[in-house]
């Protein structure tokens, strides 16, 4: 009975009841839930995407250089080109359908808003190691450290109100 019950759930709803069989009290008591289904989807996705990455630069690229005939791309830029368009859609779905449920915002007009907004995330990566880096003379790693906290702070405030903009507040 219970396996049937798990066969017929969707895997979105799958995620959110196990997600929030890990929402403890002590994690309640600090971070709200929606921040915390944010912040699990983004873990997930960064896992995929490292385990991904790691698949198709060792086993796939083979660390190999890849010549297109008018350009020669380096493995780990390969590897990046064919793992963004994944991670990007899974981003967008554990977003939509996990961490901001709630939404009258059609699926096509909301993945342009959530790719517009990827991208711009990436030009403040950029930007952010540009001037922290070579401006400020932060070392790298500190320097990206910093980047993230910018960028995820900026992600999530852009998810919840632009791009996976709720009908209403309560989006639990």
């Known amino acids: 009975l219970q396996i049937n019950r798990v066969k017929s759930m969707s ?3 799958l995620i ?5 069989a890990l929402y403890i009290p002590v994690v ?13 989807c983004g873990a997930l996705n960064m896992v995929a995407d490292a385990t991904l990455y790691f698949i198709i630069y060792n086993f796939i690229v ?24 994944i991670t990007l859609l899974n981003g967008f779905l554990l977003n939509r359908y996990v961490a901001f449920r709630t939404t ?16 711009v995330a990436l030009v403040i990566n950029y930007v952010s190691m540009k001037i ?3 401006y400020f003379g932060i070392w790298a790693t500190p320097s990206k450290l910093i ?4 960028t995820t702070v900026y992600s999530y405030l852009v998810a919840r109100f632009y791009t996976f903009k709720a009908k209403s507040n309560n989006q639990g």
Not at 147 to 150: C, H, L, N, Y
């Open 11 to 13: 895997l979105a709803s």
């Open 16 to 20: 959110i009841r196990v997600l929030d």
């Open 28 to 40: 309640a008591r600090f971070v709200p839930k929606q921040i915390y289904r944010y912040g699990a």
């Open 62 to 85: 083979a660390k190999r250089f890849v010549d297109l005939g008018f350009v020669v791309i380096s493995p780990h830029i390969v590897s990046l080109a064919v793992v963004f368009p």
């Open 104 to 119: 009258d915002i059609s699926g096509v007009k909301q993945f342009c808003k959530y790719l517009f907004t990827v991208l």
């Open 132 to 134: 922290l880096v070579e």
């Open 147 to 150: 980047t993230t906290v910018i």
